[in-house]
């Protein structure tokens, strides 16, 4: 049974940081193409960002290009997502997502569908 554990999430003041992680068992990490979602009250879950298997490409939505880094540890199964000059309309529960289907490296899988596992979720409030 494949488990993701979001940590990392809490309150801070616009333009201020966070580091988010997601710990992956039951599988290996390797296989799993993974990516970070959120979803905010109200609103459908939407696309943050995604890396490839091996960590070699990475996507990030428009939304957050330039302020949120992707990146996975395969020796430690975790993935990380670090998050700078944060706004209010970045308040949402980020969820942690992995796909394992063997496509492409190159593949953009932006959509929740693409994605087999899921963790509970972390919130993330930024305050103006």
């Known amino acids: 049974q494949v488990q993701l554990v979001e940590s990392g999430g809490g309150k801070v003041q616009a333009r201020g940081s966070l580091r988010l992680s997601c710990k992956v068992s039951?599988?290996?990490?390797?296989?799993?193409?993974m990516a970070w979602f959120r979803q905010a009250p109200m609103q459908e879950r939407e696309f943050v960002a995604l890396?490839?298997?091996?960590?070699?490409?990475?996507y990030h939505d428009v939304s957050v290009k330039g302020r949120f880094t992707i990146s996975r540890n395969n020796a430690e199964s975790t993935l990380v997502l670090q998050m700078n000059s944060l706004k209010p309309e970045d308040t949402a529960v980020y969820y942690c997502a992995a796909g394992s289907r063997l496509d492409d490296e190159g593949t953009v899988a932006v959509r929740a569908a693409n994605y087999d596992y899921w963790g509970q979720g972390t919130q993330v409030t930024v305050s103006s």
């Open positions: 890396i490839s298997r091996s960590g070699s490409m990475t």
């Open positions: 039951g599988r290996s990490f390797s296989s799993l193409r």
